[in-house]
T-cell receptor, first 111, second 113 residues
Framework: KNEVEQSPQNLTAQEGEFITINCSYS?????LHWLQQHPGGGIVSLFM???GKKKHGRLIATINIQEKHSSLHITASHPRDSAVYIC?????????????FGKGTHLIIQP | DAGVTQSPTHLIKTRGQQVTLRCSPK?????VSWYQQALGQGPQFIFQ???????QRGNFPDRFSGHQFPNYSSELNVNALLLGDSALYLC????????????FGDGTRLSIL
C-alpha cells in the first residue's frame, strides 16, 4: 500500500514569499491530490494531477511520476493562505481508490 | 446543489458504547469513502462503499463497519468505543470512474469520555 511523506510539517513565512511544499509517495499512482484544510475541519480539493503541472490562481502543482514526487507552490503568499495543506494518493494506486494522506503541512503566513 | 452533508456535527459518547454517523453524498456521486482524522494528524482511510458494498478497506478493526443505501447515502458504525476512537470522522463522495476528485463533508467530531 502507498505511503506518503510530506515536508515541511510546519512552515511560517512572511506575506509575499514564495512557498513550496513537497510530497513523495511509494507506489505508482494514477493521480495525486492536493487538498487544503482550514481550522474546524473542512477539506477542499485544490488539485488532482497525473502528470506535468497545473495552475489555479497563485497555486501551482507539479508532479514527476518517475520520481514519485510532487510539489505545491504558492506565489505571492497572503495571510489568507494560512491553512493545512495535505497531499494524498490512492491507497493502492488505482484511480477510484480511497486515499492515503500525508500528515499535512501547517502553513502560517504573517502579514 | 448540496455538497456532502454529514450528521451529527458533534457527538459525545462513553467507552463501550456504539455510534452511527451518517453521510449524504454530493448529488450525482455514487461512491462514499470514510476517513478518521485524529488531532494533529492526516486523515486515515477507513473504507469505501460503492453499489451498496464495501469495495476497499483500510487498516481498521472489525468494530468499524458501514453501509450504503440505494440512494448512495452511507453510515459508519463503530462498536465498543475506545478512548482512541475520539477523532474527526470525514466522509467524501466521488464518481466511481477513475481519477475523480473527492468532495468532503465538514465531518463529525466524536469525543469518547
Amino acid at each position: 500500500k502507498n505511503e506518503v511523506e510530506q515536508s515541511p510539517q510546519n512552515l511560517t513565512a512572511q506575506e509575499g514569499e514564495f512557498i513550496t511544499i513537497n510530497c513523495s509517495y511509494s507506489v505508482g499512482i494514477s493521480a495525486l491530490h492536493w487538498l487544503q484544510q482550514h481550522p474546524g475541519g473542512g477539506i477542499v480539493s485544490l488539485f488532482m494531477l497525473s502528470s506535468g503541472k497545473k495552475k489555479h490562481g497563485r497555486l501551482i502543482a507539479t508532479i514527476n511520476i518517475q520520481e514519485k514526487h510532487s510539489s505545491l507552490h504558492i506565489t505571492a503568499s497572503h495571510p489568507r493562505d494560512s491553512a493545512v495543506y495535505i497531499c494524498a494518493v490512492p491507497v493502492s494506486g488505482g484511480g477510484a481508490d480511497g486515499l492515503t494522506f500525508g500528515k499535512g503541512t501547517h502553513l502560517i503566513i504573517q502579514p | 446543489d448540496a455538497g456532502v452533508t454529514q450528521s451529527p456535527t458533534h457527538l459525545i459518547k462513553t467507552r463501550g458504547q456504539q455510534v452511527t454517523l451518517r453521510c449524504s453524498p454530493k448529488s450525482g456521486h455514487d461512491t462514499v469513502s470514510w476517513y478518521q482524522q485524529a488531532l494533529g494528524q492526516g486523515p486515515q482511510f477507513i473504507f469505501q462503499y460503492y453499489e451498496e458494498e464495501e469495495r476497499q478497506r483500510g487498516n481498521f478493526p472489525d468494530r468499524f463497519s458501514g453501509h450504503q443505501f440505494p440512494n448512495y447515502s452511507s453510515e459508519l458504525n463503530v462498536n465498543a468505543l475506545l478512548l482512541g476512537d475520539s477523532a474527526l470522522y470525514l466522509c467524501a463522495s466521488s464518481l466511481s470512474v477513475s481519477n475523480q476528485p473527492q468532495h468532503f463533508g465538514d465531518g463529525t467530531r466524536l469525543s469518547i469520555l
